[in-house]
């Protein structure tokens, strides 16, 4: 259900009825709108909640949820969430740049990768320290040392990192330093470790699994959001079809979708979502006018020989190609492009 508070309700309003909610045995969200108030009230239905909270004291209304996410939808929150981790601002009109290598594969090469993304306007620093490989026999991550290198990237250059939790015990090493954690399409459903990162205080790059459907993926957010974390962008990375083409299908009426049905930012990784570097400039530009608020994109110093996905890599001229011909697209959009 959402308590809808009136215009001006007070603090010790809106503290009632939270009060009132949590008593009937339901989790509350305060979300603070431009307009109003709302309380989402979440947990199994009851016959009694609308009656026992519609008297409260500055309550508006009291309506129910009908999406099957809740914090995430847009009858909960209808303006759109902007998230801002150090210098990665993603939604409010600006669209957040995060590139960097598939993985760190060495001080000097995250180093000079995070120098020209952060020349061609990138905003965040991206890099896997802990890799998810299809086997087990393919570079694993150069683990809590690629994490220090990210770390010595973001001092020298203020970019934000962005960088892949993918186990629960990890997460307090992982959130000690990056600026957003990324949960990969492998571990979209991988509950115990949504709520993990739902406990810390860091953003979260949250990616489609490969075969989820975007309720999945919106009710995979909610595991994150339940737990009081409100700073996630979900990230349409393509799914598994038919087509063999391309490594995955990029579908792009994800991002216009969302839109309409969650204020979460979206942020689009078409490296990814074609696994070609030639497909990567077009995807990027055609994410920016589907509206997406985010891009992810791979870049490597030399893609020929990166340790992992150097067939989807940008080098650094072709970032810099890629930047030029986005930013074209955000200012049709009025948008800004990163930095
Ligand atoms: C990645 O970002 O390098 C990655 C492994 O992505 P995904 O989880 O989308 O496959
Ligand atoms: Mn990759």
Redesign the pocket.
Known sequence: MIVVMKKGATDEEVQHIVQRVESLGLKSHVIHGTERTVIAAIGEKREQTKESLISGAGVADVVPILAPYKVASLEVKPEPTCIQAGSLVVGAGTVGVIAGP?SVESEEQILSTAEAVKKSGATALRG?AFK?RTSPYSFQGLKEKGLQFLANARDATGLAVVT?VMATDEVELVAKYADVL?I???NMQNYRLLEAVGNTDRAVLL?RGASATIDELLLAAEYILNEGNSQVMLCE?GIRTFESHTRFTLPLATVVYLRQKTHLPVVV?PS?GTGHTELVPDMAAASIAAGTDGLILEVHPNPEEALS?GYQSLNFEQFEETMQQCRRIAEAMDRQLGS
């Open positions: 598939c896997g998810p892949e990324q990969g399409a492998r990616k990375r990784d990814h996905d």
